[in-house]
T-cell receptor, first 114, second 112 residues
Framework: GAGVSQSPRYKVTKRGQDVALRCDPI?????LYWYRQALGQGPEFLTY????????KSGLPNDRFSAERPEGSISTLTIQRTEQRDSAMYRC????????????FGEGSRLTVL | GENVEQHPSTLSVQEGDSAVIKCTYS??????FPWYKQELGKGPQLIID?????GEKKDQRIAVTLNKTAKHFSLHITETQPEDSAVYFC???????????FGAGTRLTVKP
């Protein structure tokens, strides 16, 4: 389809394992965002990119979290040495322009850390 | 950074009634205020937005108002229908930065 695609949709992992979550934005979209959404809460900003440049990573909880977008399209959010508190829905969104504008969200990757 | 608060957390109305959801923001520099609707199992979708150069915007049964002095904005849904039932999120974004911040959400239930 033409929407934002995320994979995997569901990921169950054991504490201490590394996980990589992938986001494929809408073709041609300049900006890409990562959010984390706990149950019953709004999306919590993690980081965003314009093209391949990471513009703001102030929302990443700690240094176990990192993100990249090496070719300005697909992005990967990596969580190292996962902990139970990392369990959440991780959502990716993209927008056409670098200024404020509509975000198109993917269906998310639900991470469960046992 | 920006902090957005949203009320109420849950709202139940009868079909045909109006629903109002209110948000406040902290960063006076914020100039873009979108509202997103999230249905079960899906990602949030934009339903309406407003920029700080206008005070009100309407789109059929949906309207948003903005009071920059008081730093609050509201979503108004008139003639509610069961398909309006969802979780609604407000958000605020300052210029030059794309780190849009969201409220905690309002679960709206429209009873037939």
């Amino acid at each position: 389809g033409a929407g934002v695609s995320q994979s995997p949709r569901y990921k169950v992992t054991k504490r201490g394992q590394d996980v990589a979550l992938r986001c494929d934005p809408i073709s041609g979209h300049v900006s890409l965002y990562w959010y984390r959404q706990a149950l019953g809460q709004g999306p919590e900003f993690l980081t965003y990119f314009n093209y391949e440049a990471q513009q703001d990573k102030s929302g990443l909880p700690n240094d176990r979290f990192s993100a990249e977008r090496p070719e300005g399209s697909i992005s990967t959010l990596t969580i190292q040495r996962t902990e139970q508190r990392d369990s959440a829905m991780y959502r990716c969104a993209s927008s056409a322009a670098t200024g404020t504008g509509e975000l198109f969200f993917g269906e998310g990757s639900r991470l469960t850390v046992l | 950074g920006e902090n957005v608060e949203q009320h109420p957390s849950t709202l139940s109305v009868q079909e045909g009634d109006s629903a109002v959801i209110k948000c406040t923001y902290s960063d006076s520099a914020s100039n873009y205020f979108p509202w997103y609707k999230q249905e079960l199992g899906k990602g949030p979708q934009l339903i309406i937005d407003i920029r700080s150069n206008v005070g009100e915007k309407k789109d059929q049964r949906i309207a948003v108002t903005l009071n920059k002095t008081a730093k609050h904005f509201s979503l108004h849904i008139t003639e509610t229908q069961p398909e309006d039932s969802a979780v609604y999120f407000c958000a605020a974004s300052p210029p030059r930065k794309n780190d849009m911040r969201f409220g905690a959400g309002t679960r709206l239930t429209v009873k037939p």
